[in-house]
């Protein structure tokens, strides 16, 4: 069959976690087309042995695809004449969908979404077409214990990723900058309450673009945080700022003792599945959940709900704010938890992204 991936595939996103795994262990099956992709060679992030199939489906002049999978925002849509239009919605927010996006979606022959709320909100929008709850698709064969070298374009991905010193527990925290308030909120907690000799922290935040450097912002805030909460002998926080290939980012979860998320959307992602894959235990909380996707290997913290209006009034959302003290006591318990061996097959069979795919385009 012939299938249209218009999302992009090497960035530090969920859309392109999305994209990789659905094209990585589809490609012997499907023929692909992929659009946005970034061709600036520092940004090849992808196994070397899958870059050629990757640029191959890049330069592809495919005219009639059978099916084509949206996987951006509405207004980048793709419609394709004759070709079964899918639109895939990430939306996170408890009111409905704006009626421009409604309007995209109606066009559309089928929308999926990840989420129960996601569900709700574009039932809400009036979409007349057909909806449907799908699992975030991850490339499972990829996101585990990864021993020796992991051989990757542009980069040579060592066991273990990073030196984290004299063993401590270690906290993995991951988003975008544009999460600051998120990344606040998590890093005043774990600057008041613990010390350099209790754990390290490794903050991984990037742009919406690649980056390829510190920015003075994020240290500004970290040295903020720390006046606040009188950490002067905090935990020891490791910046990464630069762009990470998913084998990269595998070993950071191995060596890692658990991972926040800090979405205070979506309470299941990329980061909390990809995490429990790799024995890392993920630290979130149950806002926009489905309820099929809460398993015993998450720490769940208690939360409250905050409005956030952006000026937008029919994007109106709620954040999920963490309970300070949940929230320590859920990294107490996690970083001397194991997700078992049970638990990881389960989640692989939930996120098999052959799996997946035939359920997107049946």
Same mark, same amino acid.
């Given at each position: 069959?012939?299938?249209?991936?218009?999302?992009?595939?090497?960035?530090?996103?969920?859309?392109?976690?999305?994209?990789?795994?659905?094209?990585?262990?589809?490609?012997?099956?499907?023929?692909?087309?992929?659009?946005?992709?970034?061709?600036?060679?520092? @940004?090849? $992030?992808?196994?070397?042995?899958? %870059?050629?199939? !990757?640029?191959?489906?890049?330069?592809?002049? &495919?005219?009639?695809? +059978?099916?084509?999978?949206?996987?951006?925002?509405?207004?980048?849509?793709?419609?394709?004449?004759?070709?079964?239009?899918?639109?895939?919605?990430?939306?996170?927010?408890?009111?409905?969908?704006?009626?421009?996006?409604?309007?995209?979606?109606?066009?559309?022959?089928?929308?999926?979404?990840?989420?129960?709320?996601?569900?709700?909100?574009?039932?809400?929008?009036?979409?007349?077409?057909?909806?449907?709850?799908?699992?975030?698709?991850?490339?499972?064969?990829?996101?585990?214990?990864?021993?020796?070298?992991?051989?990757?374009?542009?980069?040579?991905?060592?066991?273990?990723?990073?030196?984290?010193?004299?063993?401590?527990?270690?906290?993995?925290?991951?988003?975008?900058?544009?999460?600051?308030?998120?990344?606040?909120?998590?890093?005043?907690?774990? @600057?008041? $309450?613990?010390?350099?000799?209790? %754990?390290?922290? !490794?903050?991984?935040?990037?742009?919406?673009? &690649?980056?390829?450097? +510190?920015?003075?912002?994020?240290?500004?805030?970290?040295?903020?945080?720390?006046?606040?909460?009188?950490?002067?002998?905090?935990?020891?926080?490791?910046?990464?700022?630069?762009?990470?290939?998913?084998?990269?980012?595998?070993?950071?979860?191995?060596?890692?003792?658990?991972?926040?998320?800090?979405?205070?959307?979506?309470?299941?992602?990329?980061?909390?599945?990809?995490?429990?894959?790799?024995?890392?235990?993920?630290?979130?909380?149950?806002?926009?959940?489905?309820?099929?996707?809460?398993?015993?290997?998450?720490?769940?913290?208690?939360?409250?709900?905050?409005?956030?209006?952006?000026?937008?009034?029919?994007?109106?959302?709620?954040?999920?704010?963490?309970?300070?003290?949940?929230?320590?006591?859920?990294?107490?318990?996690?970083?001397?938890?194991?997700?078992?061996?049970?638990?990881?097959?389960?989640?692989?069979?939930?996120?098999?992204?052959?799996?997946?795919?035939?359920?997107?385009?049946?």
């Amino acid at each position: 069959m012939k299938i249209h991936l218009s999302g992009d595939i090497n960035s530090p996103n969920s859309i392109s976690s999305r994209c990789r795994a659905l094209f990585k262990h589809n490609k012997d099956l499907h023929e692909f087309k992929i659009t946005n992709i970034k061709h600036d060679p520092v @940004c090849i $992030q992808v196994e070397t042995e899958l %870059l050629g199939s !990757v640029k191959e489906a890049c330069e592809s002049k &495919m005219e009639k695809p +059978d099916i084509c999978i949206n996987m951006k925002p509405p207004e980048f849509w793709t419609l394709h004449e004759g070709a079964k239009n899918i639109g895939w919605i990430s939306w996170g927010k408890g009111s409905s969908i704006p009626k421009e996006w409604a309007s995209k979606c109606s066009m559309m022959d089928k929308i999926i979404v990840t989420s129960e709320e996601d569900y709700a909100s574009v039932v809400r929008g009036k979409v007349e077409c057909d909806v449907a709850i799908i699992n975030e698709p991850v490339d499972t064969s990829l996101f585990g214990k990864i021993s020796g070298e992991a051989n990757i374009a542009n980069v040579t991905v060592k066991e273990n990723g990073i030196k984290i010193e004299d063993k401590k527990p270690s906290i993995l925290i991951q988003g975008k900058q544009s999460d600051s308030t998120s990344m606040i909120e998590t890093l005043e907690v774990i @600057c008041s $309450q613990y010390s350099e000799n209790d %754990l390290t922290v !490794v903050l991984r935040t990037y742009k919406n673009a &690649m980056n390829l450097a +510190d920015d003075p912002a994020i240290i500004q805030m970290i040295s903020q945080i720390r006046q606040r909460a009188n950490s002067n002998n905090g935990p020891k926080i490791v910046l990464l700022s630069n762009p990470l290939a998913d084998e990269e980012l595998a070993c950071i979860y191995n060596v890692c003792s658990a991972t926040i998320n800090i979405s205070r959307i979506s309470g299941i992602n990329q980061t909390v599945i990809q995490s429990a894959l790799c024995g890392t235990v993920p630290i979130t909380h149950t806002h926009n959940v489905s309820s099929n996707d809460i398993g015993d290997y998450t720490q769940i913290y208690d939360h409250t709900m905050i409005p956030v209006f952006d000026g937008n009034s029919s994007s109106d959302s709620w954040w999920a704010s963490p309970n300070q003290l949940s929230l320590k006591d859920s990294i107490d318990y996690a970083i001397n938890k194991n997700i078992s061996e049970q638990s990881k097959i389960e989640i692989k069979k939930a996120h098999d992204p052959e799996m997946i795919l035939e359920e997107i385009i049946s």
